[in-house]
C-alpha cells in the first residue's frame, strides 16, 4: 500500500496532513466524517447498516485518502479511491450504478476512480481540498495510472434547475462521441432550463481547471438528491501548471 509521508504537505496554521488511511479506525473515522456531512448536512438517504457510519459493498475494497489535523486530532476530510485492480474484485466501479461505462472498456486497466469526497464545515477555506487533490495527484504518478474519474454532484434542492444551467455552462467541456456515458437516470434537462445563471461547484471548477472532460448528460441520485456528472481527467493531457502545483505541494 503506498504511504503519503506524513511529515509531508503540512498548513502551519493548524498542522494539517494527507495520507492514506492505515488502520480500520481511521478508516471508521473518515466514514463517520462522510454520515456527518452526506446525512446530517445534506439530508441524503445512506444505506449503511450501522448508523452515523457511511459505509458501502465498496468501501472494503477502496484505498481512503484522510486530511488529518494532529493539533485537533481528528479526520477533516477524505476522498476515497477505488483502483481498476478494486474494482475487478468487487464486480464494478461505483459510477456504474449511474452510468453506462461501456465506452470505457478500452481503459479500465488504467481508470481509478474517486467519490465520497466531503470535508468537515470548519475546514472549507480551501487548505483541506488542495491538500486532497495533492494527495490525489500523488496516488496517481506513483502508482503509473493514465485515467481518473468521478461523479461530481449538483443539489436538487431547487428541483434541478441549477443543475440544468450548471450542465449548460459545461457543455463546452463534454467528451467528444468517443468518451461518452449514458446516465441510468437521465435528468431531463432540457425541460429543467429556465433561463437562469447558478453559481458553478467549486469542485466541479477545480476539476476543469485541470482539465476535466464532462462525459454527458447529468444522472439524477435519488438517495442523494443530486444530479451527477461523470467527469474524466487524462492524467497525460491534464493541465501541466495544476497538476505539477499539487504534486509539487505534496513533496514540499
Known sequence: MLRL?????????????????????EIREAQKLRWRVFSDEMGARLSSREHGVDRDLFDPYCEHLIVRDEAAGRIVGTYRILTPEAARRVGNYYSETEFDLTRFQHIRNRLVEIGRSCIDPDYRSGSVIALLWAGLARFMTERGYDYMMGCASISMADGGHAAAAIYQQ??????????????????????????????MPPLIKGYIRAGAIVCGEPAWDPDFNTADLLLLLQMNAADSRYTRHFVERQAA
Not at 5 to 25: F, G, H, I, K, M
Not at 184 to 199: C, S, Y
Open 170 to 199: 459545461l457543455e463546452s467541456h463534454l467528451a467528444p462521441a468517443e468518451w461518452r456515458v449514458f446516465p441510468r437516470v437521465r435528468l431531463p434537462v432540457e425541460a429543467l432550463r429556465d433561463g437562469n445563471e447558478a453559481d
Open 5 to 25: 509521508d506524513t511529515t509531508q504537505a503540512r498548513v502551519r496554521a493548524r498542522d494539517l496532513q494527507v495520507r492514506l488511511a492505515t488502520t480500520p479506525s
